[in-house]
């Protein structure tokens, strides 16, 4: 494998040590990238039961030295076919719809009202000072941003809100913080008509002030938040 490669591989492996599920995640990425199963556990030499019970967790969590060789078979095979990781790998800019931060602090009440926001949690915690934000496409951010690069989103301080775009039904970015040593302020999601209980729960355990907005596009939202 050349540089570029051993770089890719790096990036995918820190997504999925990083994960709740690191089973889970490496399906994923084997589906985003169109491979089937079966031709997967060809190139690594296994047979395909015992890739798929990696993948669905009825074996034990894979090791580095599995997961090193999980990735590697999908890069040899996405190069060879689909070349879908090159486009992905562009487009890693595309988590991050916008980043910045304010002038002077606000409130979280303030960026409720302003985004018209339906609270889920932490009602009580409205008076926290919010210095910057953060606008995520969540898909993206799932799929392109490896453990470091998640980092990232948290510009010049924690003590931000970030705003999760295309949310299904709120687990994963809740998740994704939740496996992070750094956390937010705020939370706010866009997308769903209703949220999973799971990620209501884990904002609780962190402290995190969790909403919900169900229209603003995130150009708008950039609008507004970098009038502060």
Known sequence: MDNSDTEIVAKIAGN?????????????WRKRLKIKQINLAQRMKISPSVLSDYESGRRHSPGIIFIK??????????????????????????????????????????????????????????????????????????????????????????????????????????????VSQLKPRMVILQGPNEVDKIATDLAEKDNIILGLIKKNHEKNLKEILSKF
Request: no cysteine.
């Open 16 to 28: 999925i040590i990083t994960s709740n599920n690191p089973g889970e995640m490496l399906k994923i």
């Open 69 to 178: 060789r999980y990735i590697e078979a999908l890069v040899f095979i996405d190069k060879s076919n689909n070349k879908t990781l090159t486009r992905l790998l562009k487009e890693e800019h595309s988590a991050i719809l916008g980043i910045g931060e304010f002038n002077k602090p606000i409130t979280a009440e303030k960026i409720k009202k302003q985004l018209k926001v339906e609270l889920l949690n932490g009602e009580d915690r409205l008076d926290t000072k919010i210095y910057g934000f953060t606008i995520l496409d969540s898909i993206n951010t799932i799929y392109l941003l490896s453990g470091i690069d998640f980092y990232k989103i948290f510009g010049a301080t924690t003590e931000r809100v970030l705003i999760f775009t295309r949310v299904g039904i709120g687990r994963s970015p809740l998740v994704a913080i939740r």
